[in-house]
């Protein structure tokens, strides 16, 4: 059974930084397409950033220029340097997966979540 873990969430102050880590067990295949999505208290779970095994990347405009996406896919870890926090970042962020193109979203891989945080 595929199983996401994430790790590196935290505490932080506005301005600082915080890399959180993805890895994947349980399948033997290379996902085809990762990402990252987050969930703050009151709001719709949204994408934050997507990469492909062709190392194709995508950001949500409120991260661009902030987040840095990166996978290595030959063991399906996936990672999210978060540069610059600021306070509306704080949530929950998820990794998913998908083995197909088309299949991020909920039709992938979810990981359990792990709880961002910034603040002053």
């Known amino acids: 059974q595929v199983q996401l873990v994430e790790s590196g969430g935290g505490l932080v102050q506005p301005g600082g930084s915080l890399r959180l880590s993805c890895a994947a067990s349980?399948?033997?295949?290379?996902?085809?397409?990762m990402a990252w999505y987050r969930q703050a208290p009151g709001k719709q779970r949204e994408r934050v950033a997507a990469?492909?095994?062709?190392?194709?990347?995508n950001y949500a405009d409120s991260v661009k220029g902030r987040f840095t996406i990166s996978r290595d896919g030959t063991k399906n870890t996936m990672y999210l340097q978060m540069n610059d926090l600021k306070p509306e970042d704080t949530a929950v962020y998820y990794c998913n997966a998908a083995k197909i193109k088309g299949g991020l979203g909920p039709e992938g891989y979810w990981g359990q979540g792990t709880q961002v945080t910034v603040s002053s």
């Open positions: 349980g399948t033997r295949f290379t996902f085809y397409a």
């Open positions: 990469i492909v095994s062709g190392g194709i990347s």
